[in-house]
Every structure is written in C-alpha cells, then in structure tokens.
C-alpha cells in the first residue's frame, strides 16, 4: 500500500515538446504529492507540489494534473527544454499527526533533444 | 544561505566494515531525514530525526542507526556492510517533523567492495 509507481522509465522528447510523466498510488491516506527533479551528481531539488483536493497546479511551464478517483497523478512540462534533461521523481506523503516519509517513485530520466 | 551539507561524497568501503555518514541541515531547519537512492532507483526513507530522537523509521535493518546532535546536525551509521548497501545516501532537512518541503543535500556515495 505504500507503493508508488511511475512510468515511462525513459522519456525522449523534441526542443518545444510536452514532456508526460504519469504516477499511480494506492494508499489513499496520502495527502502530499511533490514532484523532485535531480541531475547528475545532485541531491533531488522540489519542482512543484499538490494537495489531493486540487485536480491541477501549475507553476511556469509545469503543471500537476491530479486525479483522486484514479489515484493517479501526472507532471507535464511544456515548451521542453534541453536543459529540463534530469531524472524526475514523483512522490507521495502522508501526515496525521506523524512524521512525515516521502515515498518516491522509481524516476523517469528525460532527454530533451535540441 | 548554506543549503544541506553532506560528507564524505564519495568513500569506498569492503564488506562488514562501518560508515559514518554525516549531515548538517539547512540553516533553520530543524528535522533531518536520511535517504538510500541505489542506482537508477527512487531515494527509500531510512530515518527521521528530530529533537534529537528517532522519529519514524522504515524497513532496514538494525545495521543502519544515526545520532542527531543539538546543533541539529546528524550522522548515519551503518555496521557489517554488504554489497547491497552501495548507494547514495541522501540527507534531507526540514522545519518541523510533520513537514513537507524538504531541502535535499547531494549525498555520499557509498560503494561496498
């Protein structure tokens, strides 16, 4: 219950393309959905977040479309750059109270082609 | 404004040797979690500390302890090192035990030989 599982593994996408990383959960005690972004040699840095009682977030050229009913989640990065080439982590939490434990995704590594 | 610093970044190590792993969080944080990311893997939460207790833990062994210090900062432990425990180990810190944001450090890498 605790899983979350995120998909493509590898993603190839054209200068100016929309870039699409999809995320699925079952623990429905999640109540905190970031999205971490990590190059080479780097510690992963927070990109966007989203609360389950928003449905999409959008901060620039990414945005968080959320879906509660599905327990699905996706980042989608618009106008794709090269330099948005990173490994990107989706992730999961839950509070009530205790500490809180992101639960990560297993990372898709996105190449942005010039 | 020093974000999370880590160190070693890089150590090698042969199996059933001890680490020590060390962190300091970002200045005004007060919570520090550590991370195992193996290779082309999603980072696994180890443990929390705060107030200089452990707040929460996840599924490793006994091997792996750490310490929080009263300046906050904290080191990760691991004893009879195996194989599998090569890794990045990922510090991450933050202002209370229940919050969400997180500052991650770089990380040490840990190879087992």
């Known amino acids: 219950q605790q899983q979350v599982k995120q998909s493509p593994q590898s993603l190839i996408v054209q200068k100016g393309g929309i870039s699409i990383i999809n995320c699925a959960y079952e623990n429905t005690a999640f109540d905190y959905f970031p999205w971490y972004q990590q190059f080479p040699g780097k510690g992963p840095a927070l990109l966007i977040a989203i609360r389950p009682d928003v449905s999409e977030k959008k901060e620039g050229r990414f945005t968080i479309s959320f879906n509660k009913s599905a327990k699905q989640f996706s980042l989608h990065i618009m106008d794709s750059q090269p330099g948005d080439s990173a490994t990107y982590f989706c992730?999961?939490?839950?509070?009530?109270?205790?500490?809180?434990?992101?639960?990560f995704g297993s990372g898709t590594q996105l190449t942005v082609l010039p | 404004d020093a974000g999370v610093t880590q160190s070693p970044t890089h150590l090698i190590k042969t199996r059933g040797q001890q680490v020590t792993l060390r962190c300091s969080p970002k200045s005004g944080h007060d919570t520090v979690s550590w991370y195992q990311q193996a290779l082309g893997q999603g980072p696994q939460f180890i443990f929390q500390?705060?107030?200089?207790?452990?707040?929460q833990r996840g599924n490793f062994p006994d091997r792996f302890s750490g310490h929080q210090f009263p300046n906050y900062s904290s080191e990760l432990n691991v004893n009879a090192l195996l194989l599998g425990d090569s890794a990045l180990y990922l510090c991450a810190s933050s202002y209370g035990s229940g919050a969400n944001v997180l500052t991650f450090g770089a990380g040490s890498r840990l190879t087992v030989l």
């Open positions: 500390y705060y107030e200089e207790e452990e707040r």
């Open positions: 992730a999961a939490s839950r509070g009530g109270g205790s500490a809180r434990q992101l639960t």
